[in-house]
């Protein structure tokens, strides 16, 4: 696996977590750079960034253990409404998942709210390849 591919992994792996990141301008140098074909290029940060996912959900699905203890981030009444919204809007409301800010909380409530990683892992990489087509497409029209 070429340096440039490796780098596209982890921009789009720590941008998927709650870690700050621009996934989207490393893979347009990436593809800027032509030594990487376009499909390798939507694989890996999709790969990576799904699987950045994977960890909020990790997260989410043990972070209730901690709600009663000072340093929780979020007061109760946050964590309430957010796993209520999740609950109305269901799984497929992680076709957000790509979208920032709201993204990676979203991850992470489907962890808190126990959607099977199996569905969520299949609906997030949809969600996350379906942004990285639409970069590279807008991309190879203007470039």
């Given at each position: ?15 998927a ?11 347009l ?94 609906i997030?990489a949809?969600?996350k ?14 470039w």
């Amino acid at each position: 696996m070429s340096s440039l591919v490796t780098a596209l992994f982890i921009s789009a792996f720590t941008s998927a977590t709650l870690l700050p990141g621009s996934s989207e301008a490393v893979l347009l140098g990436v593809l800027a750079s032509a030594k990487v074909s376009t499909g390798t290029a939507i694989a890996a940060a999709t790969i990576g960034n799904t699987l950045g996912s994977c960890i909020n959900w990790i997260i989410g699905r043990f972070f209730t253990h901690y709600r009663s203890r000072r340093w929780f981030p979020v007061p109760d009444q946050k964590f309430d409404h957010f796993t209520a919204w999740y609950q109305r809007w269901g799984v497929w409301s992680l076709l957000l998942s790509w979208m920032p800010v709201v993204g990676d909380p979203l991850t992470v409530i489907a962890g808190v709210s126990r959607t099977p990683l199996v569905l969520f892992t299949a609906i997030v990489a949809v969600a996350k390849a379906l942004r990285y087509l639409a970069v590279a497409g807008v991309f190879k029209l203007v470039w």
